[in-house]
């Protein structure tokens, strides 16, 4: 109750053996698996957990987490080959402090165990590879349209083969053009299926 435990308390019995599992229902597909775990990727790769992404380029999944008035403080991580979750919180809830976000307190200690993987097994961290029916494209980081030539921050995103693909994104200026009425509908046509836009 107050958060110690003796060898009395703890009852081997009670923990499960993973080995013994089984495993219900398949409830999604792997291809919709994989998106979600492309966003958690992209967590790090580019959002809250960032400073994550010194450990490793790739091969890192996770997601940060905080409660109202920063009662709680998390971090979800995992590779291909390891989970780990870290949580900051009081036994008897009350705010760990102002703007003590999972990323402020729980990344750093996630951080730093998979420093300590990385310093010794440096090959710890392989990239997660899609499955069959993926389509991985490239996208305007800002808009979510089809990259283009003049994208300047561009990022790979996973759709399923049932995914309605991004459209492409230009303006008149890229056509060459500012009046719509002087456009050629067959010649922008061309244009974009040529793969210029």
Known sequence: KDGSCTAECYDKDSVPDIRRQTYGERITSEGKAFQVLSMLEGAVQRGTASRMRTVAPQGIAGKTGSTSDHKDAWFVGLTNDLLIVIY??????????DNQYGSVLALPVAKNFFESVKAKNPNAFTPFIAPAGIVQVEVDYTSGSLANKKTQRKITEN???????????????????????????????????????
């Open 88 to 97: 900051i919180g009081n036994d008897k809830p009350k705010s760990l402090g």
């Open 159 to 197: 759709f399923t083969k049932e995914d309605a693909l991004p459209k492409p994104s230009f303006t008149f200026e890229e056509i060459g053009s500012e009046d719509l009425n002087s456009v050629n509908i067959n010649d922008l046509e061309k244009k974009i299926t040529d793969g210029i836009y």
